[in-house]
Structure formats: C-alpha cells, structure tokens
C-alpha cells in the first residue's frame, strides 16, 4: 500500500533544564504525529548532552497527511515511581514540509537543533533532530530497513560483553591446552 511516510531521526538534546539537584537525570521523548504516538528510548544526560539516536517513522494514507499540521516533541525527565515530569516540548509545523516533499517525491532535512519551550513558554535548551518525507512510499519496506539498522548497529554494553566473554574463552580455552599438554608430557 502506497502512503506518505514521515521518517524522524532524534540525534539528543542539550542545556536543558534539570529539576534535581543531585546525580545524573534520565530522559526519553514523546513524539506525536497526528493521533499515532511514539516514545524514545530513555537516555542519560553526559556532559549536559543527551544522546537517542533513534529512528521513528508515521505512515499515513496520502488523504490523512492533510490533516497533520505539525510534530509535537514532549522530554520527560525520567522518575521512579512516576511517569516522569515534564521538562519542555518543540513542535514543527510540517506543512511546508509535506508541500515539497509532494512537489519532489522525497524531501530530507539533515539533522538540525530546535528550541525546547519550557512551561512558562520561555526558551531553555535545544532538541535536534532530521526529518525525512517520501510523497509515495512503501511503509513496510521501510520499517524493514529500521529494524535491520537497529539490530545491525547494537548498543555498546553488548558489544562490550561480546568482547569480555570471547577474551575470557580464550583465556580458559589456553588455559585448557596448556593443562592437557601437562599431562601428555608427564605421561
């Protein structure tokens, strides 16, 4: 089924407002897309910065897009025992967007930092992420490329385990050669 496809790649934020004066906070993004809604990983804050890196996708029949005015980014700063309390949100208007994104069959904007507007609607830090519009898309060919990428790319925690459990395999398998070439000569 052909639909419009709005790919949205959330890189992290920076300078937000942090509501605890102690440890490291958490963060994760509501993102909604006309009545669909998508939530990011959490992430913590180094050095100020939050990183997500993750990729969302809103498929919509063609009809639908007409409807859809703009992208509202919420952050949540992630709590124990809560869902979490609200830092600040950013909303895009896509109409000039979808327009061109029409008039070309695909328009891409590469990753670019938005304003976070806080609750007293003043401004604190900043959001960044990349829109991608294809006019005529296949939905299901590219939620398959999504999930191909995720698996492919893995988080650095596994990789790290994969590297200390193939180092101590080697370790106990030298350790098992060396016993058993003890044996031989012994006998």
């Known amino acids: ?7 949205i790649l959330l890189v992290g934020a920076k300078g937000l ?12 993004v509501i993102i909604e897309c006309g009545k669909k809604v998508g ?15 993750g990729k969302f996708l809103f498929a919509f029949p063609t009809s639908e897009w007409e409807n859809i005015t703009h992208l ?12 979490g309390r609200f830092v600040g949100e950013t909303i ?8 061109e994104g029409n008039d070309k069959g695909v328009i891409e904007l590469q990753p670019t930092p938005y304003n976070v507007i ?4 003043s401004y604190k830090g900043e959001i960044k992420l990349g829109l991608k519009f294809i006019a005529n898309g296949d939905s299901e060919t590219k939620r398959r490329e999504i ?23 080697r370790v106990l398998g030298f350790c098992r050669k060396t016993s058993n070439d003890y044996k031989e000569k012994g006998d």
């Open 39 to 53: 939530t990011s990983k959490i992430s913590r804050a180094n050095h100020k910065e939050i990183l997500w890196n």
């Open 92 to 99: 895009i208007d896509l109409k000039g967007i979808m327009v």
């Open 17 to 28: 407002k942090h509501k605890h004066l102690v440890g490291k906070p958490s963060y994760f």
């Open 147 to 169: 999930v191909a990428e995720r698996e492919h790319s893995g988080s650095i925690c596994n990789s790290i385990m994969k590297v200390w459990n193939m180092t101590w395999g």
């Open 72 to 83: 509202k980014l919420k952050i949540i700063e992630a709590e124990y025992f809560t869902d």
């Open 1 to 7: 089924m052909k639909e419009a496809i709005l790919e």
């Open 118 to 121: 806080l609750e007293d609607d």
